[in-house]
């Protein structure tokens, strides 16, 4: 077990889609209009808070609107 004080590491943002019609494609690659619509359609969580942050790395550069 890990020590309570030790703080938990957090995957790095995900840089490729890993699902749907683009799938192992670079986030950079696939239209922005697909990366805005499949950002909408997830039900964002720990499982998938990598991709979350690599898709908003990649379509909010300067921060969510």
């Known amino acids: 077990t890990r020590p309570a004080s030790r703080a ?11 699902d ?3 799938a192992g ?3 950079g690659f696939v239209p922005k209009d ?7 359609q997830q039900d964002w969580n720990e499982t998938n808070d ?10 909010f550069p300067y ?3």
């Open 20 to 22: 749907g019609l683009h």
């Open 25 to 27: 494609e670079s986030i």
């Open 8 to 18: 938990r590491r957090r995957a790095p943002p995900m840089t490729e889609m890993p």
């Open 50 to 59: 990598s991709l979350r942050r690599g898709l908003e790395i990649y379509l």
């Open 63 to 65: 921060g969510k609107p």
């Open 34 to 40: 697909y990366l805005r619509w499949y950002y909408k």
